[in-house]
Structures are given as structure tokens and as C-alpha cells.
């Protein structure tokens, strides 16, 4: 299997605009790892293979969504049956 950021198995990233795709372009080159880079401005930035080069752990980024405030005499908003 081919190591990542090389001729064999390029890097890929997705980026919304041109200056973004020049940093991660500039990062590579200094690196000397080959990388595609495409921009895509509808579409969700995805950096994971840089992220992998650099050495971070990599893993599936979660939104957290904050709910409605629950008061401490009000139901378990998970539905348990309990109170808070």
C-alpha cells in the first residue's frame, strides 16, 4: 500500500475558497506531499488527509445542537420518566 501525500496516493482535499485551497497547497509544498485540492464553495470543507499527514487523530467531527433549557422540576428530556 502506498503512503499518503506521495506520486502513488496523493492527498485529497476539499476546500470552499481559493485562499483556503492556497494554504493547504503552501502547507503541502513545504511538506513536499503531493496533494489534490478542489474548491467546492456548496460543499462541507474536508481537510481529513492533511489532518492525517500533520499527525492529529482523525475522527468524524459531531455538531453539538444545544436544547431548550430544562428547569430542575421539569421531566428528564430524554424521556426516562424522571426529574431533574
Do not use: F, H
Not at 33 to 40: F, L, P, R, S
Not at 66 to 78: A, D, F, H, L, M
Request: overall charge neutral; some cysteine; proline content about 4%.
Amino acid at each position: 500500500m502506498s503512503k499518503l501525500g506521495t506520486n502513488s496516493k496523493s492527498a485529497v482535499a476539499r476546500v470552499q475558497s481559493e485562499e483556503r485551497a492556497n494554504e493547504i497547497m503552501q502547507i503541502c509544498e513545504e511538506k513536499n506531499w503531493k496533494v489534490i485540492v478542489g474548491i467546492e464553495p456548496d460543499k462541507e470543507e474536508d481537510i481529513s488527509d492533511i489532518y492525517k499527514l500533520l499527525g492529529y487523530k482523525v475522527e468524524k467531527i459531531k455538531t453539538i445542537v444545544r436544547g431548550e433549557k430544562v428547569g430542575r422540576n421539569e421531566p428528564c428530556p430524554c424521556g426516562n420518566g424522571s426529574y431533574l
